[in-house]
């Protein structure tokens, strides 16, 4: 499968946890996005990066939010004492490194916080 | 800002028929909008796209429509298929990083 993965697809846990995803781009895109997604919403923009550089980050990401791409693959998106606003469908996307290229989304990491 | 707006949150439609779904923007300035369909637990899935220069994209039974003194654009599906039924959001492309600024979906239900 050359798709974007993402690591677990579902993850539940009790508030004040941290818990962590992980995305897996495809391999040739060197640009990562993350988004988040509620019920009744379209996905909202986190963060991106261009290889390992984190180039943009949406005022939406706290600071208990953190996202790394250390060798400009994989990327992680933490989650630390997390609250129960913090459910919903984490999406991680990838792109071509070109101005209009579509992104491709993963299955995303349903978050429950309870 | 650029914000996109998709007024219907639901539309039903006969197999068959037309299913047209609609997308309103409120900045001239873009480059590209697309469409993604999405599933249930699944991603979203990109459908077509249009850039700022033209006024019409096909790509077998989808075609966009863009029109620009309106700031309006929206898709069409024929013939609409069982398949189909998904939700359909509107995107528009940020520029240069290719960040996606997303409407609130329309729920497309093609019934049978």
């Known amino acids: 499968d050359t798709g974007v993965s993402q690591n677990p697809r579902h993850k539940i846990t009790k508030r004040g946890q941290n818990v962590t995803f992980r995305c897996d781009p495809i391999?040739?895109?060197?640009?990562l996005y993350w988004y988040r997604q509620t019920l009744g919403q379209g996905p909202e923009f986190l963060t991106y990066?261009?290889?390992?550089?984190?180039?943009?980050k949406s005022r939406l990401l706290s600071d208990r939010f953190s996202a790394e791409r250390p060798k400009g693959s994989f990327s992680t998106l933490e989650i630390q004492r997390t609250e129960q606003g913090d459910s919903a469908m984490y999406l991680c996307?990838?792109?071509?490194?070109?101005?209009?290229?579509?992104?491709?989304f993963g299955s995303g990491t349903q978050l429950s916080v309870l | 800002d650029q914000q996109v707006k998709q007024n219907s949150p639901s539309l039903s439609v006969q197999e068959g028929r037309i299913s047209i779904l609609n997308c309103d923007y409120t900045?001239?300035?873009?480059?590209?909008f697309l469409w993604y369909k999405k599933y249930p637990a699944e991603g979203p899935t990109f459908l077509i796209s249009?850039?700022?220069?033209?006024d019409k994209n096909e790509d077998g039974r989808f075609t966009v429509f863009l029109n620009k003194s309106a700031k309006h654009l929206s898709l069409h599906i024929v013939p609409s298929q069982p398949g189909d039924s998904a939700v359909y959001f509107c995107?528009?492309?940020?520029?240069?990083?290719?960040?996606?600024?997303f409407g609130t979906g329309t729920l497309l239900a093609v019934q049978p």
């Open positions: 996307a990838s792109s071509l490194d070109r101005e209009g290229e579509k992104l491709f």
């Open positions: 391999s040739e895109h060197n640009r």
């Open positions: 990066f261009q290889n390992e550089a984190q180039l943009e």
């Open positions: 900045n001239s300035m873009f480059d590209y």
């Open positions: 249009i850039s700022s220069i033209k």
């Open positions: 995107a528009y492309n940020g520029g240069a990083t290719n960040k996606l600024i």
